[in-house]
Nanobody
């Protein structure tokens, strides 16, 4: 299993970024995909999740109305569109899939998002 994130960077408050995660090594279209984030000194938290068909989504309260999650099963890719970014969104963002191959937890390498003026 391989998960490769991209799209992070430095953005001003109120700006937008779109993160991408390209997956390989498993039947992507069968699995829920997750985005987590971890800020310095904080625990890793689940930010958003999308069901296998893309019709079911979950968002942590702090990003509701600002972030959207989507997937393209033909491209084995999951996206996190982040709008109206705030300094408190600054973190390393990780793509995740859980349960593949008997319950294993897989993570990408992470992509840094920094929101600062």
């Amino acid at each position: 299993v391989q998960l490769v994130e991209s799209g992070g960077g430095l953005v001003q408050p109120g700006g937008s970024l779109r993160l991408s995660c390209v997956a390989s090594g498993f039947a992507f279209s069968d699995w829920v995909m997750n985005w987590y984030r971890q800020a310095p000194g904080n625990e890793r938290e689940l930010v958003a999740a999308v069901g296998s068909t893309g019709t079911t989504t979950y968002f942590v309260d702090s990003v509701k109305g600002r972030f959207t999650i989507s997937r393209d099963n033909a491209k084995n890719t999951v996206y996190l569109q982040m709008n109206s970014l705030k300094p408190e969104d600054t973190a390393v963002y990780y793509c995740n899939v859980y349960g593949v191959y008997g319950g294993s937890d897989y993570w990408g390498q992470g992509t840094q998002v920094t929101v600062s003026s």
